[in-house]
T-cell receptor, first 115, second 115 residues
Framework: AQSVSQHNHHVILSEAASLELGCNYS??????LFWYVQYPGQHLQLLLK??????LVKGIKGFEAEFIKSKFSFNLRKPSVQWSDTAEYFC?????????????FGKGTHLIIQP | EAQVTQNPRYLITVTGKKLTVTCSQN?????MSWYRQDPGLGLRQIYY???????DKGDVPEGYKVSRKEKRNFPLILESPSPNQTSLYFC??????????????FGEGSWLTVV
């Protein structure tokens, strides 16, 4: 079965610091990759997605992610974080197999931005 | 507005008392799914449905039932809730499934506590 690893379960940063959240997946075939954000008390919202083409993907709120196929990675980045970025972030992978195993989530990274 | 709607958003119930969490989407999506989110475990899939009258077990189906009589609705049924089903539940949908090219849309979540 495929798996998704988010290496940092909790991250604390100061405002204006740069952010990089790691995501690695195990599936070797064609994949679609997503980052979702969950603000406190709210549902999951799509930050960005990679389907094909340019491996550097830009999303909402100044976030971007880079797909590196050779490293099975899809790390999320933001050059300067804000207090409002405090949230839980989930990496998710769709593989070409489809079905129940087609969508796998990481366990999430809880990001806290200190003013 | 395109959305996935869940009800109730918050519920406290007692062990053994049957309950249903409703989910409705207005995007004419074929695929719908239920997840539960628990601290440190991320999102785990309970059941999914590829289309009307087609449902399948996800990773953690024990203690749950679903039905898909209409395309827009996918209720989650707990016949005899137990405390270990205390969790945050998300309904999700996508156009044609979890294959390549799909984006998954989430509801706002239902907080369920079983005492």
């Amino acid at each position: 079965a495929q798996s998704v690893s988010q290496h940092n379960h909790h991250v604390i940063l100061s405002e204006a610091a740069s952010l990089e959240l790691g995501c690695n997946y195990s599936y070797g075939g064609t994949v679609n990759l997503f980052w979702y954000v969950q603000y406190p008390g709210q549902h999951l919202q799509l930050l960005l997605k990679y389907f094909s083409g340019d491996p550097l993907v830009k999303g909402i709120k100044g976030f971007e992610a880079e797909f590196i196929k050779s490293k099975f990675s899809f790390n999320l980045r933001k050059p300067s974080v804000q207090w409002s970025d405090t949230a839980e972030y989930f990496c998710a992978v769709l593989n070409s197999g489809g079905g129940a195993d087609g969508l796998t989530f990481g366990k999430g990274t809880h990001l806290i931005i200190q003013p | 507005e395109a959305q996935v709607t869940q009800n109730p958003r918050y519920l406290i119930t007692v062990t053994g008392k049957k309950l249903t969490v409703t989910c409705s989407q207005n995007m004419n999506h074929e695929y719908m799914s239920w997840y539960r989110q628990d601290p440190g475990l991320g999102l785990r899939q309970i059941y999914y449905s590829m289309n009307v009258e087609v449902t399948d077990k996800g990773d953690v189906p024990e203690g749950y039932k679903v039905s898909r009589k209409e395309k827009r609705n996918f209720p989650l049924i707990l016949e005899s809730p137990s405390p270990n089903q205390t969790s945050l539940y998300f309904c999700a949908s996508s156009l044609t499934g979890t294959g390549i090219g799909n984006t998954i849309y989430f509801g706002e979540g239902s907080w369920l506590t079983v005492v």
